[in-house]
């Protein structure tokens, strides 16, 4: 009867426990999501940050152009850019070094740049868009 209670409390306090999400690496809108073997998964993460990394640069370079007749605006992104480089640098790999250098560490590092790069093409769209367009 005492086993009985205790294996119930122990899955009442399970229960209770909210999901470890892993950060980066299980994003609902991440490009490998459910992807569970290590191997498979950094195999993917790479694939799927160089092509963010891709996204990025052609985007970056295409503002850059355009603003390079708007005088301090393309000096201004230039540097705003090296900022958020340094940024996501640090930021990623305070997120794989959670992983006090486990086997998740490589794949949480991988998805972090993936997804902040792939948001940092995004804001650059929202921003400069207007840009884009003319």
Do not use: F
């Not at 122990?10 to 999901?19: A, E, F, R, S, V």
């Not at 992104?77 to 930021?91: C, F, G, K, M």
């Amino acid at each position: 009867m005492q086993r009985r209670i205790a294996l119930h409390c122990g899955l009442t306090l399970l229960l209770l426990i909210p999901p470890a999400y892993a950060q980066h690496m299980n994003e609902k809108d991440s490009p490998c999501a459910g992807i569970a073997v290590t191997a498979d998964l950094v195999q993917c993460l790479s694939r799927a940050r160089t092509s963010a990394d891709a996204k990025l640069n052609a985007l970056y370079k295409n503002v850059l152009d355009k603003l390079r007749t708007r005088g301090d605006d393309a000096e201004q992104l230039r540097n705003t850019e090296r900022l958020w480089v340094q940024y996501r640098d640090a930021n990623c790999a305070a997120e794989r070094d959670l992983y006090s250098g486990g086997t998740g560490g490589p794949p949480a590092y991988l998805a972090c740049m993936e997804a902040m790069t792939r948001a940092r093409t995004k804001e650059l769209y929202i921003v400069y868009g207007w840009v884009m367009s003319k």
